[in-house]
């Protein structure tokens, strides 16, 4: 029997009540990481959602793009349609704005099917190993799903998009950055500061990222990490930037989904906080997802 989702959304805030960039956005910057949703008579819930149907669509988020000066954003599949990619694909094919997209899907999807989710925009493959650890899943068996998502990326010439607990994270990242792709993590790898333990965990974390060369951080989602106030996330992603900053991204997160509504554009200002260096932010914002997701140079 279907269990009725544990969250019931919140429509996202409207465009003309965010913050605005306080500092100039530059051509071609992106949003890494966001997620559309559809009709529910179109693109009907998994009977795992967790959540009731957001009110997001791709026009609502236009306005959101507008306001914050977003040129080009990367649609990430939520797992409220878990491995139904309909929604996004469409998205991708019906729009005319620089999208990218990361899909949910089964590794033995055929070829055909990926190619042409390819031929839409589509650049990664996304793991949800909440899911996994959920299912009860053993160290060795999770290691050998990132080695065969990663086989999958590889021949695609994708990256591998990690949703994954902060612990499991942090003890993964032997595995992961044996994988032979580019792997993106979403949400500061969800490291609380429980999952760092101290200081002296969060640092060593941060080093084993940036010594990897293959994984990417998506600066996403601090609110997610927040657990006793926003020094956490605040140290994280200072120490990320400084760092792997030509291995960082930036994402709304929008529209913010399994939590309080969030502002926008205060978000992408925190991001200003975190990096005072314009041409850093640069990299974040527009040539790291140039080199990651095949978008053109915006020069």
Same mark, same amino acid.
Request: charged share 20%; hydrophobic share 40%.
């Given at each position: 029997m279907q269990q009725p989702p544990s969250w019931r959304s919140t429509p996202p805030l409207p465009a003309s009540r965010l913050d605005r960039p306080t500092f100039d956005m530059p051509a071609g910057a992106c949003d890494a990481h966001m997620h559309l949703f559809g009709p529910a008579d179109r693109y009907p819930p998994s009977r795992a959602a967790r959540y009731t149907l957001p009110a997001a669509s791709g026009d609502d988020y236009a306005a959101?793009?507008?306001?914050?000066?977003?040129?080009?954003?990367?649609?990430? !599949?939520?797992?409220?349609?878990?491995?139904?990619?309909?929604?996004?694909?469409?998205?991708?094919? !019906? /729009?005319?704005?620089?999208?990218?997209?990361?899909?949910?899907?089964?590794?033995? %999807?055929?070829? /055909?099917?990926? /190619?042409?989710?390819?031929?839409?925009?589509?650049?990664? @493959?996304?793991?949800?190993?909440?899911?996994?650890?959920?299912?009860?899943? /053993?160290?060795?068996?999770?290691?050998?799903? @990132?080695?065969?998502?990663?086989?999958?990326? !590889?021949?695609?010439?994708?990256?591998?998009?990690?949703? %994954?607990?902060?612990?499991?994270?942090?003890?993964?990242?032997?595995?992961?950055?044996?994988?032979?792709?580019?792997?993106?993590i979403a949400h500061m790898g969800y490291v609380t500061r429980d999952d760092a333990q101290n200081e002296e965990g969060l640092e060593r974390f941060v080093a084993d990222l940036a010594a990897s060369g293959n994984i990417w951080v998506k600066l996403t989602g601090p609110y997610r990490l927040e657990q006793g106030g926003t020094g956490h996330a605040d140290r994280m992603a200072a120490a990320l930037i400084d760092a792997m900053p030509d291995r960082l991204l930036w994402g709304t997160d929008w529209p913010h989904v399994m939590a309080p509504a969030q502002d926008s554009g205060a978000l992408l200002n925190r991001l200003a906080s975190w990096c005072p260096s314009a041409d850093v932010r640069r990299r974040i914002l527009v040539d790291n997802p140039c080199r990651l997701y095949g978008f053109a140079s915006p020069e």
């Open positions: 959101t793009a507008a306001r914050l000066g977003l040129d080009r954003a990367v649609l990430v !599949q939520p797992s409220f349609y878990e491995e139904d990619n309909r929604c996004l694909i469409d998205a991708l094919r !019906q /729009s005319e704005k620089e999208w990218r997209g990361i899909v949910m899907a089964p590794l033995d %999807t055929p070829l /055909s099917t990926l /190619s042409s989710w390819h031929e839409a925009g589509v650049r990664g @493959l996304r793991l949800d190993l909440f899911k996994t650890r959920a299912a009860g899943l /053993s160290g060795p068996a999770t290691h050998e799903l @990132l080695a065969g998502a990663g086989r999958v990326a !590889q021949r695609l010439g994708w990256s591998v998009d990690l949703y %994954t607990p902060g612990s499991l994270c942090r003890d993964a990242l032997p595995a992961i950055a044996r994988m032979p792709c580019p792997v993106s």
